[in-house]
T-cell receptor, first 114, second 112 residues
Framework: GAGVSQSPSNKVTEKGKDVELRCDPISGHTALYWYRQSLGQGLEFLIYFQGNSAPDKSGLPSDRFSAERTGGSVSTLTIQRTQQEDSAVYLC????????????FGPGTRLTVL | QKEVEQDPGPLSVPEGAIVSLNCTYSNSAFQYFMWYRQYSRKGPELLMYTYSSGNKEDGRFTAQVDKSSKYISLFIRDSQPSDSATYLCAMSPTSGTYKYIFGTGTRLKVLA
């Protein structure tokens, strides 16, 4: 079946602009995660959605970052007033049920803030 | 000091060599250890996971955990050019949490 998909694959934006990154999880997966992968850094947890429960937003680095998940499926990560330090690869993953199940990653969105 | 340290490489080896990839960590509470493989421009994929100490083998891959030294290893036997990728270690206090701590990854090149 289809894996996790993300769009766009690349995004170049100017400092101060808002961006939206999209994630389509594997069909039937109820758990969804966002990570950030910066050059020379490990994957940094951003946010976790599980079904209809309140998301765990503890990894979001600032209030410029937000995410939503509509209908328990597609998720959008929004970064407002982008800064150069937001440049990174943003990865989405999904897992079948619980947070402990194997996470399947999408290919990521490479964000460059000029 | 980072909780998980991993040499970024790159590590270049000839085809057929045995590869050793390693991570050290500082948090003695870590119990659940994973290795991910990430090809260029792709997302990470889970290779292996182990719980607590010991070895685990899967084909050409062996994962080893030494909790007394806070050191984990991934060995690749008979390495192939298709093994060329970045290998990330990840760990957590238990298997019941999704907040894994990732290493920065080691870039491996297997030369034909």
């Amino acid at each position: 079946g289809a894996g996790v998909s993300q769009s766009p694959s690349n995004k170049v934006t100017e400092k101060g602009k808002d961006v939206e990154l999209r994630c389509d999880p594997i069909s039937g997966h109820t758990a969804l995660y966002w990570y950030r992968q910066s050059l020379g850094q490990g994957l940094e947890f951003l946010i976790y959605f599980q079904g209809n429960s309140a998301p765990d937003k503890s990894g979001l680095p600032s209030d410029r970052f937000s995410a939503e998940r509509t209908g328990g499926s597609v998720s959008t990560l929004t970064i407002q007033r982008t800064q150069q330090e937001d440049s990174a690869v943003y990865l989405c993953a999904s897992s079948l049920v619980r947070g402990t199940d194997t996470q399947y990653f999408g290919p990521g969105t490479r964000l460059t803030v000029l | 000091q980072k909780e998980v340290e991993q040499d970024p490489g790159p590590l270049s080896v000839p085809e057929g060599a045995i590869v050793s990839l390693n991570c050290t960590y500082s948090n003695s509470a870590f119990q659940y250890f994973m290795w991910y493989r990430q090809y260029s421009r792709k997302g990470p994929e889970l290779l292996m996971y182990t719980y607590s100490s010991g070895n685990k083998e899967d084909g050409r891959f062996t994962a080893q955990v030494d909790k007394s030294s806070k050191y984990i290893s991934l060995f690749i036997r008979d390495s192939q050019p298709s093994d060329s990728a970045t290998y990330l270690c990840a760990m957590s206090p238990t298997s019941g949490t999704y907040k894994y701590i990732f290493g920065t990854g080691t870039r491996l090149k297997v030369l034909a």
